[in-house]
């Protein structure tokens, strides 16, 4: 079955960096869009950053120019690099594979940036 797990979520200052990392099975990988979402305590989801199977990307307006997603198809990976991070990026952070009408998410990793 499709798994994904995320993994380097934790406790950083403000203006810190994290890298989290998503690692994929069962599915071919190279196929699918890749997202990162978050969620905060009491609020909805929502789209962090996603790259397509040919590897153009977008991103949230509130992370642009301080988050990078990308991906190692090779090694069935998503990344996340977070840089400049700010008490509001505080969240659960999921991984998420799409295609078509296929959506498979991961279980998330805790970010919290605190000083």
């Known amino acids: 079955q499709v798994q994904l797990v995320e993994s380097g979520g934790g406790l950083v200052q403000p203006g810190g960096s994290l890298r989290l990392s998503c690692a994929a099975s069962?599915?071919?990988?190279?196929?699918?869009?890749m997202g990162w979402y978050r969620q905060a305590p009491g609020k909805q989801r929502e789209l962090v950053a996603v790259i397509s199977s040919g590897g153009s990307t977008n991103y949230a307006d509130s992370v642009k120019g301080r988050f990078t997603i990308s991906r190692d198809n090779a090694k069935n990976m998503v990344f996340l690099q977070m840089n400049g991070l700010k008490a509001e990026d505080t969240a659960v952070y999921y991984c998420?594979?799409?295609?078509?009408?296929?959506?498979?998410w991961g279980q998330g990793t805790q970010v919290t940036v605190s000083s």
């Open positions: 069962g599915l071919t990988f190279r196929l699918y869009a």
């Open positions: 998420n594979a799409e295609l078509i009408r296929r959506s498979f």
